[in-house]
């Protein structure tokens, strides 16, 4: 069973970066886009980005190019950099595995998520 | 980006009622639908994706259909455990983008 885990700071002050690393156990790695999501309290799901451990990434154009992510396959972790942040930026951030079924595309697995709040 | 929109925000239903959700793309997005349902404190778990694939492991009272830009999630007969809000998601192109979400709460 694939498990993923986020893990890092809860509490990241105004302008600095906001760091999470997501761990992946139970199944491999590779081959699969590993997406992050956040939700603000009170509010929706937000697509943040993905990327594969061959190098393709993607991210959300409304996050102003403030967003980094990585991928260490010898640990199996992906990371998750976000520049400049704001109070804006508070959320629960979520990790998940973006899998190909079928005639589809879907997140079948996410991290519990972890709650970071901007203040200072 | 692609905008997805739900359709009723929020419902009040009782245990055995049967639910209807909407979900619509502002263009086509063939099936790439996704349906999650999503619980306080939980994270999200997959229903339906492909517009109408069940994920291994969900009751058969979940099911989805549409193409295009019209889609939709049934629950054939609502349980106690399914009081949750509910999110469509198309992954026809990045950015994904997922609608806003609908509260099912007890009626």
């Known amino acids: 069973q694939v498990q993923l885990q986020e893990s890092g700071p809860g509490l990241v002050k105004p302008s600095e970066t906001l760091s999470l690393t997501c761990n992946v156990s139970?199944?491999?790695?590779?081959?699969?886009?590993w997406s992050w999501i956040r939700q603000p309290a009170g509010k929706g799901l937000e697509w943040i980005g993905r990327?594969?451990?061959?190098?393709?990434?993607n991210d959300n154009p409304s996050l102003k190019s403030r967003v980094t992510m990585s991928a260490d396959t010898s640990k199996s972790q992906f990371s998750l950099n976000l520049s400049s942040v704001t109070a804006a930026d508070t959320a629960v951030y979520y990790c998940?595995?973006?899998?190909?079924?079928?005639?589809?595309?879907?997140?079948?697995?996410w991290g519990q998520g972890t709650l970071v709040t901007v203040s200072s | 980006d692609i905008q997805m929109t739900q359709s009723p925000s929020s419902l009040s239903a009782s245990e055995g009622d049967r639910v209807t959700i909407t979900c619509r793309a502002s263009?086509?997005?063939?099936?790439?639908l996704n349906w999650y349902q999503h619980k306080p404190g939980k994270a999200p778990k997959l229903l339906i994706y492909?517009?109408?694939s069940l994920q291994t492991g969900v009751p058969s009272r979940f099911s989805g259909s549409g193409s295009g830009t019209d889609f939709s999630l049934t629950i054939s007969s609502l349980q106690p455990e399914d009081f949750a809000t509910y999110y469509c998601?198309?992954?026809?192109?990045?950015?994904?983008?997922f609608g806003q979400g609908t509260k099912v709460e007890v009626k």
């Open positions: 998940a595995r973006e899998t190909v079924a079928g005639s589809g595309r879907s997140l079948d697995y």
């Open positions: 139970g199944g491999s790695i590779n081959g699969y886009f």
């Open positions: 990327l594969s451990t061959s190098g393709n990434i």
């Open positions: 263009q086509s997005i063939s099936s790439y």
């Open positions: 492909a517009a109408s």
């Open positions: 998601q198309q992954t026809y192109t990045t950015p994904r983008t």
